[in-house]
T-cell receptor, first 117, second 112 residues
Framework: KAGVTQTPRYLIKTRGQQVTLSCSPI?????VSWYQQTPGQGLQFLFEYFSETQRNKGNFPGRFSGRQFSNSRSEMNVSTLELGDSALYLC????????????????FGPGTRLTVL | QKEVEQNSGPLSVPEGAIASLNCTYS??????FFWYRQYSGKSPELIMS????GDKEDGRFTAQLNKASQYVSLLIRDSQPSDSATYLCAVNSPNTGNQFYFGTGTSLTVIP
C-alpha cells in the first residue's frame, strides 16, 4: 500500500496570506489527524477528521481549519498567516476504528514545512 | 499536568549498550501506547505499539507497559548509531475518541 502523502512538501508565504495543505491517507483509512510541530512545542494536535466530520479538535485559533472529502483526503487551511505559524505540519492516517479496546495506529506523512516571512 | 511526559534528554549511550526511554501518562483510561522514532527533519515513524501490561519484544526493541503506574518504556538493545533520533511516546484513550497525545520526545544519541 502506498503511504500517506502530503503536498506541497515545502511552502514559503508572507504574513497575512493564507495557505492550504493537502493530505492523502493510506488507502482504506478513514481518519486523518493534523499536527503542528515546532522545535519548542513538539507535536501539537490540530484536529482529526473521520468520515468527513471533525471528531476532535485541539487548542488552536479559528484561523486553522480543515475538511475531509468523501475519498478521505483532507485539507487544512491557515488564514492570516503569522510568523509563529512557521512549522512542520504533519498529517497522520489511521483506519479510524471507533470504540473498542484496541484503538487505531497512526501513520505519518512526510510533512509540509511552512515558512512564514 | 501534561497528558504524556517524557524526559527530553538528551540521552547518550555508547554503541552496543541498552538505551532506556521512559514515558508517563495521566489518563488512567488510556489503552493504547505507541513509540515513534523521528530522525531530524523527517516525520515520525512507528516503532511499536503495546496494549497490555508487560513486555512486548520486536527485534532489538522492547516496550514495557505498567498501567497501574501509568508508565511505559522502550528499551533498545545493542544500540547502533543509526538509532540516534528523537523518540516520541504516544497514548490513546477511548475517552478521547481517536485523539493521540504525544510526549515532547527524548533525544537519543548513540556514540560509536
Amino acid at each position: 500500500k502506498a503511504g500517506v502523502t502530503q503536498t506541497p512538501r515545502y511552502l514559503i508565504k508572507t504574513r497575512g496570506q493564507q495557505v492550504t495543505l493537502s493530505c492523502s491517507p493510506i488507502s482504506g483509512h478513514r481518519s486523518v489527524s493534523w499536527y503542528q510541530q515546532t522545535p519548542g512545542q513538539g507535536l501539537q494536535f490540530l484536529f482529526e477528521y473521520f468520515s468527513e466530520t471533525q471528531r476532535n479538535k485541539g487548542n488552536f485559533p479559528g484561523r486553522f481549519s480543515g475538511r475531509q472529502f468523501s475519498n478521505s483526503r483532507s485539507e487544512m487551511n491557515v488564514s492570516t498567516l503569522e510568523l509563529g505559524d512557521s512549522a512542520l505540519y504533519l498529517c497522520a492516517s489511521s483506519p479510524g476504528l471507533a470504540g473498542g479496546l484496541m484503538t487505531d495506529t497512526q501513520y505519518f506523512g512526510p510533512g509540509t514545512r511552512l515558512t512564514v516571512l | 499536568q501534561k497528558e504524556v511526559e517524557q524526559n527530553s534528554g538528551p540521552l547518550s549511550v555508547p554503541e552496543g549498550a541498552i538505551a532506556s526511554l521512559n514515558c508517563t501518562y495521566s489518563d488512567r483510561g488510556s489503552q493504547s501506547f505507541f513509540w515513534y522514532r523521528q530522525y531530524s527533519g523527517k516525520s515520525p515513524e512507528l516503532i511499536m505499539s503495546i496494549y497490555s501490561n508487560g513486555d512486548k519484544e520486536d527485534g532489538r526493541f522492547t516496550a514495557q507497559l505498567n498501567k497501574a503506574s501509568q508508565y511505559v518504556s522502550l528499551l533498545i538493545r545493542d544500540s547502533q548509531p543509526s538509532d540516534s533520533a528523537t523518540y516520541l511516546c504516544a497514548v490513546n484513550s477511548p475517552n478521547t475518541g481517536n485523539q493521540f497525545y504525544f510526549g515532547t520526545g527524548t533525544s537519543l544519541t548513540v556514540i560509536p
